[in-house]
């Protein structure tokens, strides 16, 4: 009798456990491995399958590498359900200590400037999911905001909402535009933000019918808005949200862990 090797049969022996490099500073490891070792002392947690080292690189290795819990499992000798209480756990715990809009803009005031942008993290979902669905990207996933130094630091992450939320639509939902019209900082945007009003400053739409000095006005704001980019680009590094396959309620959660992880690494 001939067994087809993609059977549920044989699922589990094609798991070899293997060791791979994993692109990540080994104190960044040390540092979730702390946060990790306070977390269960918090909880009286005495004994766990993994040790706190161990727990912090499963989970840099499914954030870095958007490996499945079955893979991790495999890998660090654990079932694919202690492989995904473990990673959901030290995400809760790295997300945490992500700052609150306020924290994040402590400190600025009138005279500094903001870079505000959008991007889609994008999902496996089907086309009924409308919600979830950007007429913009052309694909479904989840509309995350940032807050970014004119560097190209991002400073703060929204939660996420559904991907055919308007940007402008879901900076005002977050408080984006309110917090940074209190303390009179300017904000530097794309087109998408048009009509926010408030300190942020967008590009003119038809400038080119325009005179030279809208134009040049776009081209300056164009150059001095771009680092903003810099900050989705470190976001997706981590391969997890280039496509995210958990639930669209825990995206959120992921995207304030990786920015407590980014945090850590400027720190370090």
Known sequence: MVISLNTPATEEALLVPQRAMLDVPHEL??????????????????????????QALLTLVHLRKNETFSQLGAGFGISQATAWRYVDETLDVLASWAPGLHEALTGLGEGDHVIVDGTLIPTDRIRADEPYYSQKHRK???????????????????????????????????????????????????????????????????????????????????????????AFAQLKTWRLLRRARCSTRRIGTIVQAVHTLLACDYRG
């Open 29 to 54: 490891v040390e540092h979730v491995s702390w946060l990790l070792y306070e977390h269960r002392l918090a909880r009286n947690t005495h004994w766990r399958k993994l040790g706190c080292f161990k």
């Open 140 to 230: 479904h996933g989840m509309n995350v905001q940032v807050i970014a130094r004119p560097d190209g630091t991002p400073l703060w992450f929204s939660r996420a909402t559904p991907g055919r939320t308007h940007d402008l639509t879901s900076a005002r939902a977050h408080g984006i535009v309110q917090a940074c019209l209190t303390r009179q900082i300017l904000v530097l945007a794309d087109r998408a933000y048009q009509g926010a009003g408030a300190t942020f400053r967008t590009p003119y739409n038809h400038h080119r019918e325009q005179p030279e000095h809208y134009q040049q006005f776009n081209r300056d704001h164009a150059r001095l808005r771009a680092p903003g980019e810099r």
